[in-house]
Nanobody, 117 residues
């Protein structure tokens, strides 16, 4: 069974950068889109970015626009989220979700990002 696996989270100081990766394991995920979501303690999960497989069109939440960049490497079946100028309010568990060609959602297990001085 194909699963998505996130990596790249960690503890960083405000203003620094991190790059998250979302890779398929157990096979190749054929997908329409891959999205990055985050959930902070006590808050609902929110979508921060998404990329379409067909035309690489992207979406960004207003809170991350201009700071985060989503990109995909089809050869590696991996999607990245480059996060610059991180702020304490970016602290959350980050999840990737693939919307497969089988119309199913594939969620990763999440990776913690903590922005603190």
């Amino acid at each position: 069974q194909v699963q998505l696996v996130e990596s790249g989270g960690g503890l960083v100081q405000p203003g620094n950068s991190l790059t998250l990766s979302c890779a398929a394991s157990g096979g190749t995920l054929d997908y329409y889109s891959i999205g990055w979501f985050r959930q902070a303690p006590g808050k609902e999960r929110e979508e921060v970015s998404c990329i379409s497989h067909s035309d690489n069109s992207t979406y960004y939440a207003d809170s991350v626009k201009g700071r985060f960049t989503i990109s995909g490497d089809n050869a590696k079946n991996t999607v990245y989220l480059q996060m610059n100028d991180l702020k304490p309010e970016d602290t959350a568990v980050y999840y990737c979700k693939g919307f497969g060609l089988d119309y199913r959602d594939y969620w990763g297990q999440g990776t913690q990002v903590t922005v603190s001085s």
